[in-house]
């Protein structure tokens, strides 16, 4: 039976590129229905909801879904630009990325970070003598996607039972009680044994399956000592019982932030709380290329539910051009990680094949591999279209 896929194509170049990936999907042999979902900006302001339930619908039904990128707008704007009709109704903008997370629990977020041999943004590093190497980078990072520091639970003048429980500790007491209560401001850091446990569990996995020597918990556990230090308390175990061939490594976020560029390509696994994973992710995004190779995916490993979703937003600034700029690489990776979810690995190694000979050859590239600032005419300066790269993938399918 054939796979359906829901594609969410969302705003601005999520559009175009998931376009893109699908070409790339039909060229490969992969055979798929598609069916689109309504999310973003367009329908917040047309409906009052940039996640409708019908969307959600589809996704509960056919389980994996390809994401293009959404427009989030601030309090104000989001409200101005809601249709007339809906502006009695008190409704109030929210993100439909954390919506999806928060509604299917796709508490597992990937973000492998892999550099191509040839890409012109890869990080280099000066050796002894002056030389120049560049060193390849191939790290998975695991994010826990749903708790921790960007889990919601905070306020500002907290309420009198929040403020009493906070007077209970005796650190508090030392170091905040003679702050006004209106002066205060709290975010806590919730970590759950059970959510923490999932994602130590999918890192430890994915290293064994994918042949990594370690997996390294990028933390803060001695200052951190209730969080972090439950989680790096939890990972020595797991490793211990249940993946002992695998080694554990422990970095404090600092200073991974520090030596990152210093010995990138040792690490293989890396697994980290919400923010930490967000930050560290992101660190060493860029050095594969940043935003135009860096892909990812939610996956729920219970329901099986996963988006799939390049880590960059819209761009509205190049969502307009006549011939679009941007690079497609990052969709298209991820769409290579959905067909891994599916177990079409060959298919996925296909496409990723045809990707890295492009980037070796290095004649085909868009205008971030060639340094340029982003405006319509990168295409007379040499760099390639959104569709001429795609078309160069394309051609490079065996
Ligand atoms: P952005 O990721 O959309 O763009 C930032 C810059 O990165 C662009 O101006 C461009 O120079 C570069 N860039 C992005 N994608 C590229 C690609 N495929 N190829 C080459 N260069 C690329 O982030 P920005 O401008 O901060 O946000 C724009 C909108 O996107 C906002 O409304 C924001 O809320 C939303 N957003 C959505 C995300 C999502 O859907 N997952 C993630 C981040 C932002
Ligand atoms: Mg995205």
């Not at 439909?96 to 508490?107: E, K, S, T, Y």
């Not at 993946?243 to 030596?259: C, G």
């Not at 960059?312 to 011939?323: L, R, T």
Request: aromatic content about 8%.
């Amino acid at each position: 039976m054939k796979q359906t896929i829901v594609t969410l194509p969302g705003d601005g170049i999520g559009k175009i590129v998931l376009e893109e990936a699908i070409r790339v999907l039909d060229a490969v042999g992969f055979k798929a229905n598609y069916v689109e979902g309504d999310i973003g900006w367009e329908f917040w302001c047309k409906e009052g909801n940039p996640l409708p339930e019908r969307t959600i619908q589809l996704i509960e039904n056919h389980k994996t879904a390809l994401f293009g990128a959404i427009t989030s707008k601030p309090k104000e704007e989001a409200f101005n630009e809601l249709a007339p009709e809906l502006k009695e109704k008190g409704l109030v903008y929210f993100s439909p990325i954390v919506g999806l997370r928060q509604h299917f629990n796709l508490d597992i977020c990937l973000r492998p970070c892999r550099s191509y041999k040839g890409n012109p943004l890869n990080f280099i590093r000066r050796g002894a003598n002056g030389t120049v190497e560049e060193p390849l980078v191939d790290v998975a990072i695991f994010r826990q996607n749903t708790e921790g520091l960007y889990g919601g639970v905070e306020w500002s003048n907290p309420p009198a039972k929040v403020y009493d429980a906070l007077m209970t500790h005796p650190k508090f007491v030392k170091n905040f009680g003679h702050v006004p209560v209106e002066e205060l401001s709290v975010s806590t850091r919730i970590f759950t044994k059970k959510a923490t446990q999932r994602i130590l569990h999918a890192a430890f996995s994915h290293a064994r399956k994918y042949n990594y020597r370690s997996v390294t918990l990028c933390e803060k556990p001695n200052v951190i000592r209730e969080t972090s230090g439950m989680m790096y308390k939890m990972a020595r175990e797991m490793q211990k019982s249940e993946f002992p061939e695998i080694e554990l490594w422990n970095t404090n976020i600092d200073a991974q932030m520090m030596w990152l560029t210093k010995n990138p390509e040792d690490y293989g696994v890396i697994v980290a709380g919400n923010m930490f994973g967000d930050i560290v992710s992101d660190a060493f995004a860029g050095l594969i290329g940043g935003l135009g190779f860096a892909c990812s995916a939610q996956i729920n490993p219970d329901s099986g539910i996963g988006v799939f979703e390049p880590t960059h937003g819209s761009a509205p600034k190049y969502a307009d051009f006549q011939v679009s700029i941007v690079n497609p690489v990052a969709m298209i990776e991820s769409a290579c990680m959905m067909l891994d979810h599916l177990e079409e690995q060959q298919t996925a190694q296909k496409i990723r094949q045809a990707i890295a000979e492009v980037i070796l050859e290095g004649n085909v590239q868009t205008y971030d591999m060639k340094k340029l600032p982003g405006s319509p005419d990168v295409l007379q300066k040499g760099a390639v279209s959104t569709q001429q790269m795609t078309d160069a993938i394309i051609s490079k399918l065996k």
